[in-house]
């Protein structure tokens, strides 16, 4: 399985990115997806999930009412939408997928098999 993630960049603080990661290979087809981000010296932590069925989404209590997860049409690619940010959502931000058979999203990077390759989110002034 392989996880292409990009859509990272600079915004100034309230401003708005939009990642994506599509995931291939693997045979593996709505999988369980998740975000997660990662700043220097401090370990990953939780974003936002979506489940198999699109309607189970959990979010960090950090990111909610700001953050979208969403699925393409293909079910294998997820967005997420990125409004309001803040100079504290600067990080290395990383798309994860769970080994099927699970079909619940979880928050914990270590139920995740699969993960893409990072992309930087700076907000700053």
């Known amino acids: 399985v392989q996880l292409q993630a990009s859509g990272g960049g600079s915004v100034q603080p309230g401003g708005s990115l939009r990642l994506s990661c599509a995931t291939t290979?693997?045979?593996?087809?709505?999988?369980?997806m998740g975000w997660f981000r990662q700043v220097a010296g401090k370990e990953r932590e939780f974003v936002t999930a979506?489940?198999?069925?699109?309607?189970?989404?959990y979010y960090a209590d950090s990111v909610k009412g700001r953050f979208t997860i969403s699925r393409d049409s293909d079910e294998n690619t997820v967005f997420l939408q990125m409004n309001g940010l803040k100079p504290e959502d600067t990080a290395i931000y990383y798309c994860?997928?769970?080994?099927?058979?699970?079909?619940?999203?979880?928050?914990?990077?270590?139920?995740?098999?699969?993960w893409g390759q990072g992309t930087q989110v700076t907000v700053s002034s």
């Open positions: 979506v489940g198999y069925s699109a309607l189970t989404k």
């Open positions: 290979g693997g045979g593996v087809t709505r999988p369980v």
């Open positions: 994860a997928v769970r080994r099927p058979p699970y079909r619940s999203p979880t928050l914990s990077p270590g139920d995740y098999a699969w």
